[in-house]
């Protein structure tokens, strides 16, 4: 079945840094565009970065741009989220998705960013 398992969040100070990865199973992940989403408290699901299947084209959110890094092995079959300058608006969960045909989508992993 398909598997989307997101890791390496946690508690950060500001100004530090976090590498999420998001392993993904069960379907033909170098064929799918792949994304990072967060959601904070109160707020709705927002994009934060998304890169193309063969890994070649990446956007970015304003509110992280020049501070996160979206990269893909396909080999692993994993997509990163490099998270440098981290600030307490970034606290969120973190969720992977994998867009194509379907959407899929982790199960989240807690970013905090707090002194």
């Known amino acids: 079945q398909v598997q989307l398992v997101e890791s390496g969040g946690g508690l950060v100070q500001p100004g530090g840094s976090l590498r999420l990865s998001c392993a993904a199973s069960?379907?033909?992940?170098?064929?799918?565009?792949m994304s990072w989403y967060r959601q904070a408290p109160g707020k709705e699901r927002e994009l934060v970065a998304a890169i193309t299947s063969a890994g070649g084209i990446t956007n970015y959110a304003d509110s992280v741009k020049g501070r996160f890094t979206i990269s893909r092995d396909n080999a692993k079959n994993t997509v990163y989220l490099q998270m440098n300058s981290l600030k307490p608006d970034d606290t969120a969960v973190y969720y992977c998705?994998?867009?194509?045909?379907?959407?899929?989508w982790g199960q989240g992993t807690q970013v905090t960013i707090s002194s």
């Open positions: 069960g379907f033909s992940f170098s064929t799918y565009d």
């Open positions: 998705n994998a867009k194509k045909y379907l959407w899929y």
